[in-house]
């Protein structure tokens, strides 16, 4: 079974770019989260979607944005970057309905650097 | 506090047990995790233990949970080489995504 994939792995934007990440859960899994990861802030959780709803949502400013797609596939969405955007996006699926009771599976991430 | 809270380092010989602590902060939480992350990966769960439990023991692995002090720990017995990464604990307050710890980084020297 493979396991959740994340697009692309590496990028480079410049300041008030715009990025989309993709996350393409494991086969199976409704669920989809993203968190993103700095040294400073640790694991920050951006939002969680299920079967094309946004179910949670973290203290993230409108920038960020995301979407799920009918085959449970999700995008990320940064508009004008900013240095402090930088950081590790991981996505992470479950196939629980609720996701305080699964267990979630992660991606390796997406590695924005903001120049 | 308002975070999950843990140590930023910890550094064994091999051979050693790992104690890594951790203090959540929601009480109604079900489910506590440990999560770990090895270098340019995304994380792995571990293991977790359901709230009406005090221990759960896996391999070389053994979580202990306070509920009174909103206290977890993990320890690693006989601490490999290979067991150096990044280990997060998360709680899962109700209704909410799983909220994790910063992280410790253990580090196991030979």
């Known amino acids: 079974k493979a396991g959740v994939t994340q697009t692309p792995r590496y990028l480079i934007k410049t300041r008030g770019q715009q990025v989309t990440l993709s996350c393409s859960p494991i086969s199976g899994h409704r669920s989809v989260s993203w968190y993103q990861q700095t040294p400073g802030q640790g694991l920050q959780f951006l939002f969680e979607y299920f079967s094309e709803t946004q179910r949670n949502k973290g203290n993230f400013p409108g920038r960020f944005s995301g979407r799920q797609f009918s085959n449970s596939r999700s995008e990320m969405n940064v508009s004008t970057l900013e240095l402090g955007d930088s950081a590790l996006y991981l996505c992470?699926?479950?196939?629980?309905?609720?996701?305080?009771?699964?267990?979630?599976?992660f991606g390796e991430g997406s590695r924005l650097t903001v120049l | 506090g308002e975070d999950v809270e843990q140590s930023l380092f910890l550094s064994v010989r091999e051979g050693d047990s790992s104690v890594i602590n951790c203090t959540y902060t929601d009480s109604s939480s079900t489910y506590l995790y440990w999560y770990k992350q090895e270098p340019g990966a995304g994380l792995q769960l571990l293991t977790y233990?359901?709230?009406?439990?005090d221990m759960k023991q896996d391999q070389r692995l053994t979580v202990l949970l306070n509920k009174k002090d909103k206290h977890l720990s993990l320890r690693i017995a006989d601490t490999q080489t290979g067991d150096s990464a990044i280990y997060f604990c998360a709680e899962t307050p109700a209704g909410t995504a799983l909220i994790f710890g910063k992280g410790t980084t253990l580090s196991v020297s030979s």
């Open positions: 233990i359901f709230s009406n439990m």
């Open positions: 992470a699926s479950s196939s629980a309905g609720q996701t305080n009771t699964g267990e979630l599976f």
